[in-house]
């Protein structure tokens, strides 16, 4: 089975923190996906990576960078929170060609006050 | 933008008889689409893949997929109460290489006991 997992199921930090969330997967997956998810809006591409230290932007990029230095690892920071950063943040895998199929992790629900 | 279209329902079934979930999608480029289920608080999972057109069977659930109408479909039959939650359509952006998918908001369906 494919796992993929995310450091922290909820968290709870201050405007103006700098926030890492972390994601690992254990499938040697090439790609590896941030998604934020809010209610009415759906899920959002932040960013994405196909290679170790290699990074493509999403749909919504501001604010956040990531960071891939090894291939089963794969995070995201805030590096300055904000309230409109409160969120569900998903991570997910997948191989490359013909799949594509990916695979999410747990979800990390962030609250930024 | 890429858009995909789904009705967010509720869309009601009564147990033991067919749910039928529709997605329309604009890129019409694309070549690879998912659905995911999505119970509450809880992280998408993978239901079924479809690449080509055509029907794809995988136990109880059918996807359906038709290019020249970008309309994707999926089918669960003997629903289930478990089978309650929100499911997502996902299509791979066109453009080959790895890419994020982008996610409908979501049809959510509920079984009637």
């Known amino acids: 089975d494919v796992k993929v997992t995310q450091s922290s199921r909820y968290l709870v930090k201050r405007t103006g923190e700098k926030v890492f969330l972390e994601c690992v997967q254990d499938?040697?997956?090439?790609?590896m996906f941030w998604y934020r998810q809010d209610p009415g809006l759906g899920l959002r591409l932040i960013y994405f990576?196909?290679?170790?230290?290699?990074?493509e932007k999403g749909d919504i990029p501001e604010g956040y960078s990531v960071s891939r230095e090894k291939k089963e690892r794969f995070s995201l920071i805030l590096e300055s929170a904000s309230t409109n950063q409160t969120s569900m943040y998903l991570c997910?895998?997948?191989?490359?060609?013909?799949?594509?199929?990916?695979?999410f992790g747990p979800g990390t629900r962030l609250t930024v006050t | 933008q890429k858009e995909v279209e789904q009705n967010s329902g509720p869309l009601s079934v009564p147990e033991g008889a067919i749910a039928s979930l529709n997605c329309t999608y604009s890129?019409?480029?694309?070549?690879?689409f998912f659905w995911y289920r999505q119970y509450s608080g809880k992280s998408p999972e993978l239901i079924m893949s479809?690449?080509?057109?055509g029907d794809k069977e995988d136990g109880r659930f059918t996807a359906q997929l038709n290019k020249a109408s970008q309309y994707v479909s999926l089918l669960i039959r003997d629903s289930q109460p478990s089978d309650s939650a929100t499911y997502l359509c996902?299509?791979?952006?066109?453009?080959?290489?790895?890419?994020?998918?982008?996610f409908g908001k979501g049809t959510h369906l509920i079984i009637q006991p």
């Open positions: 997910a895998s997948s191989e490359t060609s013909p799949s594509y199929e990916q695979y």
């Open positions: 499938m040697d997956h090439e790609n």
């Open positions: 990576s196909y290679d170790v230290k290699m990074k």
């Open positions: 890129d019409r480029g694309s070549q690879s």
């Open positions: 479809i690449y080509s057109n």
């Open positions: 996902a299509v791979k952006r066109s453009g080959g290489g790895a890419d994020g998918l982008t």
